[in-house]
């Protein structure tokens, strides 16, 4: 008897639309040289809820129930990389504490130390992915990228063992995805400037503005974060870290909300240059060029 090579694929969910749509072209056979696929969605506990309701349609409708949740564990005091337990829908953790936990150990995140997607996603689908068997080169990963926004495309992708089949394989654009959710019962129903992960530092500034204007209670969190853990983690000048843009805190982006600006709206491309940079669209993607 011949002897056939298994090949592996992570799925890697993020929880938009456009990695739900590639969730289930996968799930449909679409890649049969894939013997072996693990669907996989790490929750940070600052998802919209919005985003775990939807991650949970999409897991039941699309691949039957396969989809593993995962979530980090950090391990202090040890020179180690975040571990990882399994979760669902209901035990899925809704505040800040997975956070809290990474930036005890490694401090405030930001654009010159970006270790928040490492650490609550990359670090626990990696631990998850070598408990069952599956090592650092012996898998693919399929990324939820489409052909209208191929300048997200890792150079580092072969590499990495990174594919993008809506780019290559079946070529998507927004119009593409957008079309296929309005055909379904349920949708993401999130705004462009909310994210999955709601005050995400990557945002642009005038994503953060429409959210601060909408509701300043979203950024309670990031101001705590900021007064408790400002010289938390390997934090070499010895200087309060504060998480936007510009080496800006919590408390300037609230003030800077309450002045002057054009709000962000999702079907207005007029003022596209205003995002430039956004960093934040479905989600943070992993083994992203920073």
Known sequence: ????????????????????????????GNLPQYTDIIYAFAN????????????????RKFCNGKLVWLESVVNHSVKKACGHRVVDFKSATRDESL??????????????YPHCTRALKLDPITSYLRSVGWRKGSYDTAIGIRT??????????????????????????????????????IRLGI???????????????RKHLTLIEDDPKVYEIPKRFEKQYPLSGHNIDGNPRKFFRGNRSTEDMLKAAKEEFTRYHDENREYGDLDVGGGCGDSCELWADE
């Open 44 to 59: 940070t506990g600052q998802e919209h809820e919005k985003s775990l309701v939807f991650a949970d349609y999409v897991n």
């Open 1 to 28: 008897m011949r002897w056939r090579f298994s090949m592996r694929l992570l799925m890697s969910f993020s929880g938009g639309e456009t990695s739900a749509w590639l969730l289930k072209w996968i799930a449909e």
């Open 148 to 185: 209208d926004e191929v300048d997200r495309v890792s150079i580092n992708a072969k590499k990495n063992r990174i594919i993008y089949p809506l780019v290559d394989k079946c070529p998507m654009r927004k119009i593409d995805i957008n079309a296929f959710w309005e055909s379904q019962p």
């Open 191 to 205: 705004t462009g400037y909310q994210g999955n992960c709601v005050w995400c530092w990557k945002k642009t500034d």
């Open 99 to 112: 956070f809290e936990e990474m930036i005890k150990k490694y401090g405030i995140p930001n654009k010159a």
